[in-house]
T-cell receptor, first 109, second 114 residues
């Protein structure tokens, strides 16, 4: 069965420190992976997707098929990065998303 | 992109009653989705709603408990029937343009059942 695991419920880092939010997935085929973010009092929105290989707000994520991981990274955290982050998986040709349980990132001043 | 609104934004209901949640999109979309997010849990897909056909429910969700309407390409409703405290959740509506691509989410409806 498809599954997305985010092992950390809460991650606290100091401003300027590197950030890595972990995401592991279980899927036997070729997944499409996403990171969604929810800032305080805002709706869930797309941060980035693995197929676009882009950097958004300084965040990057690389799909590692060998380790079945899609960790989200940022070299220097900023206070405005504090939010809830969800890793999500979908398979090509379907609309169904499988979400992880989310990691709350707190960036401390 | 799509802008999605939901009504109500929150509600407190009594056990045994039903609540209908509305989802309005600012453009015509083929697929609309309903998710549930229980406290401390992830988002779980309840069903996919296509215009002009029956909704497709995920395992563990049934039409009698969560009837869905999709009367046109910009609107859908989800009813939570015969509610119990276990139904206390945030209910989210989303839309997607193409399979495997970004989904756009509504602001959610926070439901508390007493």
């Amino acid at each position: 069965a498809q599954r997305v695991t985010q092992p950390e419920k809460l991650l606290s880092v100091f401003k300027g420190a590197p950030v890595e939010l972990k995401c592991n997935y279980s899927y036997s085929g070729s997944p499409e992976l996403f990171w969604y973010v929810q800032y305080s009092r805002q709706r869930l929105q797309l941060l980035l997707r693995h197929i676009s290989r882009e950097s958004i707000k300084g965040f990057t994520a690389d799909l590692n098929k060998g380790e079945t991981s899609f960790h989200l990274k940022k070299p220097f955290a900023q206070e405005e990065d504090s939010a809830m982050y969800y890793c999500a998986l979908t398979t090509s040709g379907t609309y169904k998303y499988i979400f992880g349980t989310g990691t709350r990132l707190k960036v401390l001043a | 992109s799509a802008v999605i609104s939901q009504k109500p934004s929150r509600d407190i209901c009594q056990r045994g009653t039903s609540l209908t949640i509305q989802c309005q999109v600012d453009s015509q979309v083929t697929m609309m989705f309903w998710y549930r997010q229980q406290p401390g849990q992830s988002l779980t897909l309840i069903a996919t709603a296509n215009q002009g056909s029956e909704a497709t429910y995920e395992s563990g969700f049934v039409i009698d408990k969560f009837p869905i309407s999709r009367p046109n390409l910009t609107f859908s409703t989800l009813t939570v029937s015969n509610m119990s405290p276990e139904d206390s959740s945030i209910y989210l509506c989303s839309v997607g343009a193409l399979a495997g691509t970004e989904q756009f989410f509504g602001p959610g409806t926070r439901l508390t059942v007493l």
